[in-house]
């Protein structure tokens, strides 16, 4: 190759290089700008959020006084095997758990695979039980009380609030999330927002040095 085409062709791959700098540079800056701050604090709070409601999970699904059948009759009052939209937000009521129509209505939507408007059991099961395998084996364990009197000890029943407090405070965490994307960002934006080094993918480290940035 002539010196002086050599040369030029340094100068160019150079100036490309820069170029690549430049916009990376640019994408990770506008990571913290105010605009995006909502964002990123959103996200945080729904990570935060179901952490707790993990951990919440495992304790209830390891209490040695309850049953998975106990909890679902206290929704399922007339023993018919479903449970209805209408007596689901009844039962948050009825447990002193203050939610909105639209977060609990998401919840159920969210467990009610099939959208018929009947929560079984197994959905039921599914919105209560944890990752950890060892402790849906325990909760699995548990036999329940006798028919119509569900049994669920203080501690028990405590840590089942907490399940659905915290379940529906997700619900509204997530459509939080959604707004944000919706009204400042458009999903194009977003990813660009993580792929600081616009690589075309987003790593676990990317989206965890930004959530804790």
Not at 169 to 182: C, D, M, P
């Given at each position: ?108 939507e969210r467990y009610n ?101």
């Amino acid at each position: 190759m002539p010196c002086d085409e050599e040369s030029s062709y340094k100068d160019e791959h150079k100036s490309q290089a820069s170029q690549k700098k430049q916009t990376a540079s640019k994408r990770e800056f506008s990571v913290y700008s105010p605009h995006n701050a909502q964002l990123l604090e959103a996200i945080k709070n729904q990570l935060h959020l179901e952490s707790n409601l993990e951990e919440y999970k495992r304790s209830f699904a390891k209490q040695k006084d309850f049953s998975l059948l106990d909890a679902y009759r206290m929704l399922d009052t007339t023993d018919k095997c479903f449970v209805t939209l209408p007596e689901f937000k009844d039962a948050f009521k009825d447990l002193g758990i203050l939610a909105s129509p639209q977060a609990i209505e998401a919840l159920y939507e969210r467990y009610n695979k099939n959208g018929d408007g009947k929560l079984v059991y197994s959905e039921f099961c599914a919105m209560l039980l944890p990752k950890e395998v060892s402790a849906v084996y325990a909760a699995y364990s548990k036999k329940a009380s006798e028919k119509f009197v569900p049994v669920l000890s203080e501690k028990a029943m405590g840590a089942f609030k907490k399940i659905l407090k915290e379940s529906v405070e997700l619900e509204a965490a997530g459509e939080n999330v959604r707004k944000t994307l919706g009204t400042q960002l458009d999903s194009r934006t977003a990813f660009q927002e993580f792929d600081s080094q616009g690589k075309g993918y987003i790593c676990f480290d990317e989206v965890r040095l930004q959530i804790l940035w």
